[in-house]
C-alpha cells in the first residue's frame, strides 16, 4: 500500500476500525475471497520481498489484476511464476498472466455506484496468509484529486491497510467497482470503475 498524505490527513497508518459483517456480506466474502491471490514481487537488489494482492479477471486466458506498484522482479501469484501482460502508469493498474493457479473471475459491476453505496475491500493485509474483509460504503465515487497525481479516485469511508494493494473493492453482488491503491487511517482510495474498464477492458472475461 503506498502511503498517503491528502489536505492535512497524516500518511498510512495500519490501524482503523473493521465494521462488522451481515449475512449477506458474509456470502459475499465467501465467494469473493476464492478469487483473490496474494501476489509477491522482489524490489531492490538485495531481494527483499514486497506482498500485495491480486484478483482473477479471465479465469480461461488465467489473467489477473493489482495495482501496478505492486509489480517487480520475480512476480508471482500465490507463489507460482507470473509476468505482468499490461501496465498502466497513469491509472497504477497492471495485468498479470500466471499459469499455475485458475481462480472464478470477478465480473465488473453493473450498479450504479452513488455516494453511501456499500462495498466491501479484499486483499493480504500486513502480507498475512489469508485474505482480509473491510465493509463500509462509498464516500465520494469519482474525485479528481490533483494532490496526487491529478487522476480520478473512488473514495470509501474506511480504511485500507499495507498488503491490501492490488485486491479488488466490490459490491453487495459481489462484483468489482474499484481496486485497492491508496490509504491512510481514515479512508481508501482506488480508481473509479470506469477509469479501470477503459484503460482494460480486453483483459476481462467476456460474460
Known amino acids: 500500500m503506498k502511503h498517503l498524505c491528502l489536505l492535512g ?13 451481515s449475512d449477506p456480506w458474509t456470502q459475499v466474502a465467501t465467494r469473493v475471497s476464492a478469487s483473490v491471490a ?7 537488489e538485495a531481494g527483499n520481498v514486497g506482498k500485495c494482492s491480486a484478483f482473477a479477471i479471465d479465469e480461461h486466458r488465467n489473467l489477473f489484476m493489482t495495482a501496478n506498484h505492486c509489480t517487480g522482479a520475480n512476480m508471482k501469484v500465490d507463489g507460482f511464476p507470473a509476468s505482468v501482460v499490461y501496465v498502466s502508469l497513469e491509472h497504477d493498474l497492471a495485468v498479470l498472466v500466471c499459469y499455475g493457479v485458475n481462480m472464478r473471475a470477478l465480473k465488473p459491476s453493473t450498479q450504479p455506484i452513488l455516494r453511501g453505496t456499500p462495498l466491501a475491500a479484499f486483499g493480504y493485509g500486513y502480507g498475512w496468509l489469508k485474505a482480509m474483509f473491510r465493509a463500509g460504503s462509498v464516500a465520494i465515487p ?3 484529486l490533483n494532490e496526487i497525481g491529478g487522476d480520478f479516485y473512488l473514495i470509501t469511508d474506511f480504511a485500507l491497510v ?7 473493492m466490490v459490491d453487495n453482488e459481489g462484483n468489482v467497482v474499484s481496486i485497492n491503491q491508496l490509504g491512510n487511517a481514515e479512508v481508501g482510495l482506488g480508481r473509479p470503475l470506469d477509469v479501470i474498464m477503459a484503460a482494460t477492458a480486453p483483459y476481462w472475461e467476456r460474460h
Request: aromatic share 6%; glycine share 16%; net charge negative.
Open 142 to 144: 469519482s474525485i479528481q
Open 162 to 168: 499495507g498488503g491490501m494493494s492490488g485486491g479488488p
Open 9 to 21: 490527513i497524516g500518511i498510512l497508518a495500519l490501524v482503523s476500525v473493521p465494521v462488522a459483517a
Open 38 to 44: 496474494q501476489a509477491t514481487f522482489t524490489f531492490d
